[in-house]
T-cell receptor, first 112, second 109 residues
Framework: IAGITQAPTSQILAAGRRMTLRCTQD?????MYWYRQDLGLGLRLIHY???????GKGEVPDGYSVSRANTDDFPLTLASAVPSQTSVYFC???????????FGSGTRLTVV | GQNIDQPTEMTATEGAIVQINCTYQ??????LFWYQQHAGEAPTFLSY??LDGLEEKGRFSSFLSRSKGYSYLLLKELQMKDSASYLC??????????WGAGTKLIIKP
């Protein structure tokens, strides 16, 4: 089934630890995105990539990094987690042809 | 600046009709999207408007006025399963979606 796979589904992480959230798509979409969603704030863009080999900063990039070595994978890394990074993280992709985004099922991260 | 406004919460009765409004202001415009998000789940695509007018898809319809920077989502014959958040998003000139905070729709029997 074509779509986006995110892993892990949920994670409890000690503050100060490093963590990588995985995202893989099989739709050959050029663009990929990482969002965090917090109650009352809606979806906030962390980083994006318009095509393999390029990345850009979104609205809330501090404390996060991404890479886009190939079309399919777009991992998000928290170098040293802090409690304010407790959130639900969604990965999304699009073909940048005005067809909207397809979302992964999300990763619920708790930093303690 | 870029901004999307929609009501925070709405309540409606099962079987009734509800209209969720959205106003937007973005750098360039490549269409207006509506997504549905049930609690604890990912957003799923509902509708897309790029031209003025009404697009109907079953019980759901979406309207766009580009000159007014305004859209609405109309839900008819409401069912309990329609209880969810509805996200309005405008696609800017870079094909990035600018998101509203979402409208939580509560359906009462």
């Amino acid at each position: 089934i074509a779509g986006i796979t995110q892993a892990p589904t949920s994670q409890i992480l000690a503050a100060g630890r490093r963590m990588t959230l995985r995202c893989t798509q099989d739709m050959r979409h050029n663009a990929m995105y990482w969002y965090r969603q917090d109650l009352g704030l809606g979806l906030r863009l962390i980083h994006y990539s318009n095509t393999a080999g390029t990345t850009g900063k979104g609205e809330v990039p501090d404390g996060y990094s991404v890479s886009r070595a190939n079309t399919d994978d777009f991992p998000l890394t928290l170098a040293s987690a802090v409690p304010s990074q407790t959130s639900v993280y969604f990965c999304a992709s699009s073909d940048r042809e005005g067809n909207g985004y397809t979302f992964g099922s999300g990763t619920r991260l708790t930093v303690v | 600046g870029q901004n999307i406004d929609q009501p925070t919460e709405m309540t409606a009765t099962e079987g009734a009709i509800v209209q969720i409004n959205c106003t937007y202001q973005t750098s360039g415009f490549n269409g207006l999207f509506w997504y549905q998000q049930h609690a604890g789940e990912a957003p799923t695509f509902l509708s897309y408007n790029v031209l003025d007018g009404l697009e109907e898809k079953g019980r759901f319809s979406s309207f766009l006025s580009r000159s007014k920077g305004y859209s609405y989502l109309l839900l008819k014959e409401l069912q309990m399963k329609d209880s969810a958040s509805y996200l309005c998003a405008s696609m800017d000139s870079n094909y990035q979606l600018i998101w509203g905070a979402g409208t939580k729709l509560i359906i009462k029997p």
